[in-house]
């Protein structure tokens, strides 16, 4: 959705908007659905979860970043975002002492993504757009956050 969204800052036409939309639908990869919910309870069992769902993809699809988790984690963060807000969730889940301990490193993973994650939620904070929060909070899930850990 990122890239949609940069045609339409940049001033591209709906034509434009809606060829740019239907290049990066194509680009998605499935969705899974998740063996169970994510809960408070559960949230690190699932961080960094290594089993991925690469038998059930075209080898042109494989990605280390396709978790069975995924659909799971983006429901929490948006139940998340819809009870307590935008910045909240922002706060809470990169940032807070309570997510950055060492078996969590929710900050580290955020920059181990490269840039992604930092796309989807600087465009959720520039155009107010809770759903890329929780894209960009979602992307975050599949690193493991081994590269840098910054808040202790």
Known sequence: MHGTLAIWAMGGTAAVIEAGYEVYCKQNRRSFKPPEPITEVNFDRHLGDEKLVQSFLPKNERSWDVTRYYDAFVTFYVEHARNHG???????????????????????????????????????????????????????????????FLIS
């Open 86 to 148: 935008f910045w909240e969730t922002l706060q809470k889940f990169i940032f807070s002492r309570e997510y950055n301990i060492p078996e969590r490193k929710m900050l580290s993973r955020f920059l181990s993504g490269g840039m992604h994650p930092m796309i989807h939620v600087g465009y959720a904070a520039e155009m107010e757009l809770p759903v890329m929060l929780v894209e960009g909070k979602s992307t975050t899930l599949p690193t493991f956050g081994n590269n840098l």
